[in-house]
T-cell receptor, first 114, second 114 residues
C-alpha cells in the first residue's frame, strides 16, 4: 500500500542549529510532493512543493527540500532554525495515477529551544 | 480575502446526537476534502469531492457523511457520533488540477464526543 513515512516524530533543536526532517514515500509512479507547516493553534499552510524540474526546491521562511527519486525521499532542510520555527511539519504526496489522492505523513513536531 | 471557513470551531456533544460541521470556501475551488488529525497519525482523509454532486471516500469514511450541493460548501455530517470520533477536523480546498496538493485549509474544528 502507498504510504508516506516521517520517521522523526519529535525533534528538539537549539536556535541556529541546522535542520533536516526526513520524508519517504512508497510509490513507484509519478508523484507531487509537499511540505506543510502547522504552527501551534493554527491550520496547515503550504511550505513548499515539488512538481517537476529542479529537484531542489525553495520555500518560504528559508526552508528548502530536495527530491531524490532513487531514494523515494523529499527531506526538508533549513540551515539555521529560529524559535519561531517551532511547529509541526507534515510531508504530503499526491499519487499521479490517482489524481485525487493525497497522502499525509504522520508529522514531525519541531521544538526549538531559545 | 481567500479563505476556507469552518463552523463551529469547538464542539462538545454526546454519543448519538447528530451533528454537522460546515465548510465553505470563496475561491471557486472544485476540490474539497475533510481530514481528521489525531496525535501520531497525522492527517487522514475522510471524504473528498471533485465537484458538485461528486463525492468519494477517503481513508477513514466510516461514521461520516458528506454532501456537495453547491460548489462552495462541503458539510461533514456525523449521524451518530461516537467517542472515537473525538478529533480535530480540517476542511480543505484546491483547484482540480496539478495544483491539487496545494490545498487551502480551514482553521479546524475540535470535536469532543462524550
Amino acid at each position: 500500500a502507498q504510504s508516506v513515512s516521517q520517521h522523526n516524530h519529535h525533534v528538539i533543536l537549539s536556535e541556529a542549529a541546522s535542520l533536516e526532517l526526513g520524508c519517504n514515500y512508497s510509490y513507484g509512479g509519478t508523484v507531487n510532493l509537499f511540505w506543510y507547516v502547522q504552527y501551534p493553534g493554527q491550520h496547515l499552510q503550504l511550505l513548499l512543493k515539488y512538481f517537476s524540474g529542479d529537484p531542489l526546491v525553495k520555500g518560504i521562511k528559508g526552508f528548502e527540500a530536495e527530491f531524490i527519486k532513487s531514494k523515494f525521499s523529499f527531506n526538508l532542510r533549513k540551515p539555521s532554525v529560529q524559535w519561531s520555527d517551532t511547529a509541526e511539519y507534515f510531508c504530503a504526496v499526491i499519487l499521479y495515477s490517482s489524481a485525487s489522492k493525497i497522502i499525509f505523513g504522520s508529522g514531525t513536531r519541531l521544538s526549538i529551544r531559545p | 480575502e481567500a479563505q476556507v471557513t469552518q463552523n463551529p470551531r469547538y464542539l462538545i456533544t454526546v454519543t448519538g446526537k447528530k451533528l454537522t460541521v460546515t465548510c465553505s470556501q470563496n475561491m471557486n475551488h472544485e476540490y474539497m476534502s475533510w481530514y481528521r488529525q489525531d496525535p501520531g497519525l497525522g492527517l487522514r482523509q475522510i471524504y473528498y469531492s471533485m465537484n458538485v454532486e461528486v463525492t468519494d471516500k477517503g481513508d477513514v469514511p466510516e461514521g461520516y457523511k458528506v454532501s456537495r450541493k453547491e460548489k462552495r460548501n462541503f458539510p461533514l455530517i456525523l449521524e451518530s457520533p461516537s467517542p472515537n470520533q473525538t478529533s480535530l477536523y480540517f476542511c480543505a480546498s484546491s483547484l482540480l488540477s496539478q495544483a491539487l496538493g496545494e490545498q487551502y485549509f480551514g482553521p479546524g474544528t475540535r470535536l469532543t464526543v462524550t
